[in-house]
């Protein structure tokens, strides 16, 4: 799934070249190209299929030469995740009934790959016998409440780290989080599954039974050279739902493999700022720069700039070639309030 | 005079670009092409001579393209402010033994610039007859510590404005400063002198002979072809001293003229604060900006750039191109500092 906007990650994120598309670690490569380099060791490159906005679909390839045209699969208009990985599923089914699948973000940040890689092998493995639908849970390490969570049910496990799902629950409130962390039921929702795509689309057709008509109803031409133009047809009549509210909520055979391989959806500047190296002074530098009297900032610019900052505690300095933003690090919701007050004052043009 | 680099404006002047090649104003004029115009009023076009570093020669007859390349006076090195006068008086004199000179920096602010020509003429008036000594005294509003001072002699006064000088002051402290003020005396030193060539000549050579016998030494070539050539070779061997510490220090028969016609030198981002229109916030914004929380700051920023600032208070904020600057606006030794570290660290890429 590579097609969202990443709008918090403004102004590095642009609506024409979101964060997915971005070298948003600092480690060389795109979350994009970093995602996919993850999962090759389990999956051969023409096996993946990549979701993602039809005006991103150049973008995709550039990034990922090993993927043929074909893979990549347009969307006409953004609609959340479920409808998005209906169309996957239904390609996927067209092309191979018996193939599992695993449903991922694009934009995500792992520490341990080989961990990450011998779960998803685990959970690949735990389907393969099964209509089960499967998720990845992440061992909490604090209330964090931009994150979903799910619940497992402890009176129902499989393995030593597969439980039955109790319940999928949005983001909580600060009160809520911190109850779900001391009892020790839950784990944050990562957003990766791993299914048949038979399973989820039987579910869709459960759960969101005009979803599934509208997918079912161009049934021919999956993996045909006819496939994008009837997507463009039926894509946008979809509801935009997430796949966690739209099925997993309501799925029964659902199970949760709990996990803990260092993971971040790096949904915002700060979670950014937990994730990266720091100096001596607490500060995330980019390449060029002198820092005085200067805590626990983290300042992101282009690679040849030079910035100098001080007297600065706990703020973020982004710097693109247009857009410069200097605002505290503590307060999430500010890039939202910053980029409507632009669009307010300039239209899209900064945006 | 429009050889200097203007380093406290780092990062946006620069070694290839000083303060006076820079609207640093925001008027949509560099400080140099405006000194120019204030000045056209009173002098004819062709009797402008502009000394500059070699290197910037053009891009003075890019800004004033009224020059002739012959009226472009090149110091092959920087020697501060006696070698550049004693230079340009050389050459008035051979272009006119019986001329007017008046000697001004390039960069500098003025606000009423009907007063200021009524003030420069009367002041060319004066010296018509005399072979004195002319300098504008400014009155002052504040101790300023940047600033060099004249002390007026009250006992001496020539015409309502017109006093004899006591004594030139360089920088004071501040308690200094504020007896200056406070004495009633004492006037700021803009930099800006009216004499005549003859004049100017004979002091430096009372008072730097060294510096008058290199000058007197190529004396047949000033006003021809081969003149820079000369220049060139006995520049580099002149002292280099301000024509404040060098002559006008020394020198008995000096006026000044105790002005009031809203000036300053601009020579830090705090000083181009205080110059600057301010929003309801006491902020000095660019073109494009959303300011939230944020009051008293100074942003300079390339003009098709937004910036966005939440929860700032005194503070500078400059972009150019390749650096960028968030620090305290209260401290004017600051930027040398940074030039200085960044030199240390990464050479002369960014200065």
């Given at each position: 799934m590579a097609g969202g906007i990443g709008s918090r990650f403004w102004p590095i994120s642009r609506n024409s070249r979101p964060k997915q598309f971005l070298d948003i670690l600092g480690t060389g490569k795109t979350l994009l190209r970093s995602t996919f380099e993850r999962f090759l060791p389990l999956v051969p490159a023409e096996n993946f299929l990549v979701v993602t906005n039809a005006a991103y679909c150049d973008l995709v390839l550039r990034e990922i030469p090993e993927l043929s045209r074909s893979q990549v699969l347009c969307e006409p208009i953004g609609r959340n995740t479920a409808p998005c990985i209906a169309y996957a599923a239904f390609r996927l089914r067209a092309i191979d009934p018996d193939a599992g699948m695993i449903v991922t973000p694009s934009d995500h940040y792992i520490a341990d790959e080989n961990i990450f890689r011998e779960v998803i092998g685990e959970c690949a493995d735990f389907i393969d016998g099964r209509n089960s639908l499967m998720t990845i849970g992440i061992e909490p390490t604090c209330p964090n409440t931009g994150y979903g969570y799910i619940q497992a049910d402890?009176?129902?496990?499989?393995?030593d780290s597969i439980y039955k799902v109790k319940t999928f629950t949005e983001k909580p409130g600060i009160e809520m989080a911190t109850a779900f962390i001391e009892s020790g039921e839950f784990y944050w929702n990562s957003g990766i599954f791993i299914w048949k795509p038979d399973t989820i689309i039987s579910e869709i057709k459960k759960s969101l039974p005009d979803m599934y008509e509208l997918f079912d109803s161009i049934l021919p031409w999956y993996n045909t050279s006819q496939e994008e133009e009837y997507i463009r047809k039926i894509y946008p009549e979809c509801k935009g739902i997430s796949i966690d509210v739209g099925v997993m909520e309501k799925a029964e055979d659902t199970f949760v493999r709990c996990s803990k391989f260092g993971w971040s959806d790096i949904g915002t500047w700060g979670s950014l700022y937990d994730h990266s190296d720091k100096d001596g002074e607490g500060n995330v530098v980019p390449a060029h720069s002198a820092l005085f009297d200067t805590r626990n900032c983290i300042v992101k610019a282009p690679a040849d700039k030079m910035v100098v900052v001080e007297n600065l505690e706990d703020f973020i300095i982004v710097d693109s070639p247009d857009v410069l933003v200097v605002c505290p690090r503590d307060n999430e919701q500010n890039i939202k309030k910053y980029i409507e007050e632009v669009k307010f004052r300039k239209g899209d043009r900064f945006i």
């Open positions: 402890n009176s129902c496990r499989v393995t």
